[in-house]
């Protein structure tokens, strides 16, 4: 009975991994593990109706507690992932498998087994992720015990060739009925018992538990069935699951069941278990003692499908959406930076603030790229020119094409950055802003700005005048909107963000007119060409663009936000009010201002007269300049235009 040909077989599980799965992974690695090794329960699930031996893994195997469906038998996982390809080849397979395996014995031993007999089924996924690739490396393991003591006393036969016919029926209806009133963990393995032309069923708590009672009511030699839920497709092999459940038996019943126990493998839905199932009758050899302390040997590692022993490897760049992937391409450098160099810098932040990009010339092209890679997903720019033939060089937004086809930066400007990063939600205006001192300002560009500065979280004012600046300075301090300035000269830059209203006065810093005391006024009236446009040295924006993206990121990092005080710090490191820089000697400075009570784009006396009277008072504006000098008393600190220590600004681009 103990022949070699006897030994009882099982059909190892094979895996699937839905791509679900790995995704989710994925996400798990870059927001919570980072460079943790962590080993993670999970859940899997092997079904007798899947047509499949394997046991399956998804999205939801990461979730609290189990999804519940009642057509598969959930069991528990332990995802290990090793953060190099080294440390996924060179960890201990054979200590891993012990481990897990020896958790599933002392399960056993304490009972807990026998309470929750989906602790039988364990399995362990070893893994390694490229994510710039999303390459995953993994190797499933099911551990069981290395032993071949258990042997078929007879050849598999089917239900009806023991049960009889009325039995039959009551397997088929009542034992599925039964058995749907199981708990969860206790489905995958019963009991279930024959007494005259009844079926009586039992979890193996109740029966383990109450074993001398139960041997005593029913004939164990022929009216006790040890059932599991099978999802081996071979006939007349049983499946993996069965392996752990024998040693299960073997350890509390051998002696009652004198070793002999009958096997009922249930595959298919309960309709199909008649016809697709298998009473096997299997013996332990009664000289062979089962000492689980001293049992250390285990098996379970897949065979790849060449059927040897090794890891597996899915590519899934192929699979994923493309616009799913850019987006995690584009933001796994600041995962990375978070990881290690920056734990508390707030990703949330910039991926939520909004940010309006008033000119789209080559100050606007770096900054909106600046942006992108830290990850601020909404732009929205606003210019009211078209791409001419100068403008590809430097702003890198745009080609030859464009300028041939005269498209509007704007609209040209959004498209770009939408194909560099579909996942953007970025828009073009062409719009032109109104200035003082001119009276065919257009009242409908005039509602435009003021609502799409309203809407935007952050306003960045890279405009090709000085006299352009005015209005949106007016609006984001009325609507206590972050505001940040960047101008430039032939070799120097001036980087400013703007104070907030809500700033006490004694804090509130200063904007971008607070050091003028002369009403803006039209700055290309009778200048030559280089000095309508912007003449710099051409590295110039690029620093002063990164420079200005950098200090408002570092704003949002600090708790105040916008009304964070001069020259604080946040994670990132200091944050300036603004910053002087001049490439010819590569000096830098670090100026902090207050705000001027007689400022005429910030001041309480401006920002009273807009509250006051609205677009009227904009329209008083734009009819006469020198009424911004009347209302804020400017006149006695009026100095002439020449005087000014820093050059008008321009980001005009038009050479």
Request: a negative charge.
């Amino acid at each position: 009975m103990a022949s070699e040909d006897k030994t009882l077989r099982f059909a190892p599980f094979s895996s699937f991994v839905n791509s679900s799965f790995w995704f989710k992974f994925a996400d798990v690695k870059l927001e919570d593990d980072r460079l943790n090794e962590v080993t993670r329960h999970i859940w899997g699930y092997y079904s007798q109706s899947e047509k499949t031996n394997a046991v399956l893994i998804d999205c939801t195997s990461f979730n609290k507690s189990y999804d519940v469906c009642f057509s598969r038998c959930y069991c528990h996982g332990y995802h290990i992932n090793k953060n190099t390809a080294e440390g996924f080849k060179n960890y201990d397979k054979s200590k891993l498998i012990k481990e897990y395996g020896s958790s599933i014995i002392r399960s056993i031993q304490n009972g807990e087994a026998v309470k929750d007999p989906s602790l039988l089924v364990t399995f362990v996924l070893l893994t390694y992720c490229d994510l710039k690739k999303y390459v995953f490396t993994y190797w499933f393991a099911f551990p069981a015990l290395l032993q071949s003591q258990f042997y078929l006393g007879e050849t598999p036969v089917k239900l009806d060739a023991i049960l009889s016919s009325e039995q039959v029926k009551c397997v088929v209806v009542e034992l599925s009925h039964l058995h749907s009133e199981l708990p969860l963990n206790q489905k995958g393995f019963f009991c279930f018992c024959r007494k005259s032309q009844n079926i009586s069923i039992f979890s193996l708590n109740d029966f383990i538990s109450n074993l001398e009672r139960n041997v005593n009511e029913f004939n164990v030699k022929d009216d006790v069935f040890w059932a599991f839920l099978d999802p081996c497709l071979l006939d007349e092999v049983p499946g993996w699951p069965l392996r752990n459940y024998l040693i299960l038996l073997k350890h509390y019943c051998a002696d009652a069941f004198r070793n002999e126990f009958k096997i009922v493998s249930l595959r298919g839905e309960a309709s199909e278990w008649l016809d697709r199932s298998y009473i096997f009758s299997v013996r332990s050899s009664e000289n062979v003692s089962l000492d689980l302390n001293n049992y250390d040997e285990f098996i379970g590692w897949q065979k790849n499908d060449k059927g040897k022993l090794h890891p597996k490897q899915i590519n899934l760049s192929d699979d994923m959406d493309p616009k799913r992937l850019s987006s995690r391409a584009v933001t796994l450098n600041l995962k990375l930076v978070k990881w290690r160099l920056q734990p508390d810098l707030d990703l949330t932040i910039m991926e939520n603030t909004s940010c309006l990009l008033l000119g789209a010339g080559t100050l606007g092209c770096s900054v909106a790229r600046v942006l992108l890679a830290w990850g601020v997903k909404k732009i929205t720019f606003v210019d009211s020119g078209v791409i001419s033939y100068s403008n590809p060089a430097r702003q890198s937004l745009y080609t030859f094409e464009d300028s041939t086809k005269a498209l509007p930066k704007a609209v040209a400007a959004a498209r770009a950055l939408q194909l560099i990063h579909p996942g953007m939600d970025v828009t073009g205006e062409v719009l032109r802003i109104p200035i003082p001192g001119k009276e065919s300002s257009d009242v409908d560009h005039v509602h435009k700005l003021t609502e799409l500065i309203r809407k935007h979280d952050a306003v960045f004012l890279l405009t090709d005048s000085r006299e352009s600046r005015w209005l949106p300075t007016v609006l984001c301090s009325y609507f206590n909107k972050i505001a940040i300035t960047i101008a430039l000269g032939y070799d120097s830059y001036l980087i400013m963000r703007h104070g907030i209203s809500e700033q006490n006065c004694e804090e509130k810093l200063g904007c971008y007119f607070c050091n003028d005391v002369v009403a803006p006024g039209n700055s290309t009236v009778d200048r030559t060409l280089d000095q309508q446009c912007t003449v710099t040295r051409p590295g110039l924006s690029g620093i002063a663009s990164s420079f200005g993206v950098e200090l408002f990121v570092a704003l949002l990092q600090h708790p105040k936000k916008g009304l964070a005080p001069g020259n604080s710090d946040s994670c990132l490191g200091k944050i300036p009010h603004s910053i002087r820089g001049f490439i010819a000697d590569y000096e830098v400075m670090l100026p902090l201002t207050t705000s001027f009570n007689q400022c005429i784009a910030c001041s309480s006396t401006i920002m009273k007269e807009y509250e006051r009277e609205g677009e009227n008072f904009l329209l008083k504006v734009f009819a006469d300049r020198k009424y911004l000098e009347q209302i804020t008393a400017l006149s006695q600190y009026q100095l002439l235009d020449d005087q000014l220590d820093f050059p008008d600004s321009s980001d005009t681009d038009e050479t």
